[in-house]
């Protein structure tokens, strides 16, 4: 019985050895994972308190691993707006983790010992015990090579814009002066190719024009220089300058607006946003479709819709419509052209206005998009 009771305590401890062994083993491995990441990991306990920090987050950051190691995360390592004003610890990511016992994911700015910012994506998954967190764990990813490159892209697209815009603009105002005759009359085959050379060089205008105001808005440097003026007036003039191609379609457009709206808006910016769903409803309707028009005061708002009746789109390409460079593929996206910008300045340009835009289509029934600013009526 004496030695039976030995043989399994030696088995015992063999098995315990074998266990500590690969735990050790489990550790050095994990250890060497978790150093290896090109991207910063940061664990913490139930109330933040940081347990483990890798190299890579270490070298970001500019700290050593005793700055951090058991340091509350909020108060440790600082997250600033884009105005480099820190951002309140309840906002942040890593406690709406915690408290949520969710995933989050998004962008911010830490702050490195040094001072300087170093912008970062970040997703943080809370450590779920019987569902309860008891932990979270932080990957960063640093986008500051990502920032400089979207900014030099940025600045380029807008110097080329301005350098193309100006020679542009002189050719316009030769070529209407020759259609107008100042340098001695046309022949009808000669006015009928310079009208046409206008209208080429005024699409050359409108790419040039939202090249430049995309890039106005990646860089976030897109203003608004608001006036107080009449919506109606401006959608009327809108309307009269699309209308030789809405009649060249033999199109029919129906309005129905108030006598009249008054609205404190940038009017070169909203004249933009109605352009672009005036164009877009007359290239994506056939020949002898309607386009209707309506502009109404909601409460302390006002709607302008623009409906169509031509091919629609299904309801998966609505997700994306609003993105850059999308164009969405149809029966007559080939023939309508376009730089898959203007959906995108719309949004924009809407929601510096303290707006929203909204779509609804279904295919072959057509579109409706409803832009909703904030109301300042005057009369």
């Known amino acids: 019985m004496y030695v039976q009771k030995n043989d399994y305590l030696r088995e015992l401890l063999v098995e315990l050895t074998d266990s500590k ?6 550790r050095i491995s994990t250890q060497a994972t978790i150093n290896s990441l090109g991207e910063g990991l940061i664990v913490t306990d139930v109330r933040g308190r940081i347990t483990t920090i890798n190299p890579y987050a270490l070298e970001s950051l500019g700290f050593q691993e005793d700055e951090l190691l058991g340091q509350w995360f909020p108060r440790s390592i600082v997250a600033v707006d884009q105005h480099s004003h820190p951002i309140p610890q309840l906002d942040r990511i890593i406690i709406r983790a915690l408290t949520t016992g969710q995933t989050v994911s998004g962008r911010t700015r830490y702050l490195r010992k040094n001072g300087s910012v170093m912008p970062v994506f970040i997703t943080v998954s809370p450590v779920l015990i019987d569902g309860r967190p008891t ?5 960063f990813r640093d986008l500051t090579g990502e920032t ?8 380029f697209v807008s110097l080329a814009s301005h350098q193309l815009r100006t020679p542009a603009t002189g050719v316009k105002l030769i070529l ?24 080429s060089n005024d699409h050359q205008l409108h790419i040039i024009e939202s090249l430049l105001s995309a890039a106005q808005v990646d860089s976030g440097r897109m203003e608004l220089e608001r006036d107080s003026t009449d919506l109606v007036r401006v959608l009327h003039e809108a309307v009269n300058e699309h209308m030789a191609i809405i009649q060249d379609k033999q199109q029919e457009v129906f309005m129905d607006t108030p006598p009249k709206l ?13 352009d672009n769903l005036l164009s877009n409803a007359s290239k994506y309707s056939n020949p002898g479709d309607r386009i209707e028009i309506e502009l109404t005061q909601q409460g302390p708002h006002i709607q302008l819709s623009v409906t169509d009746h031509g091919v629609g789109m299904p309801t998966a390409d609505l997700k994306k419509l609003f993105t850059k460079f999308t164009r969405i593929k149809n029966e007559l996206s080939t023939s309508a052209g376009g730089t898959g910008l203007g959906l995108f300045l719309v949004k924009n340009i809407v929601e510096l206005h303290q707006g929203t835009v909204t779509v609804i289509s279904d295919p072959g029934q057509g579109s409706k998009f409803t832009i909703t600013l904030p109301s300042n009526q005057d009369v």
Do not use: H, N, W
């Open 148 to 155: 400089q490159l979207e900014l030099a892209k940025d600045e």
């Open 135 to 139: 932990g979270a764990i932080e990957v």
């Open 262 to 274: 008054i609205l404190t808006i940038d009017v070169s910016k909203i004249r933009m946003v109605i």
């Open 21 to 26: 062994a690969k735990l050790e083993e489990y």
């Open 176 to 199: 209407s002066m020759l259609s107008q005759g100042d340098f001695g009359d046309l022949t009808p085959k000669q006015k009928k190719y310079v009208d046409k050379a206008i209208q």
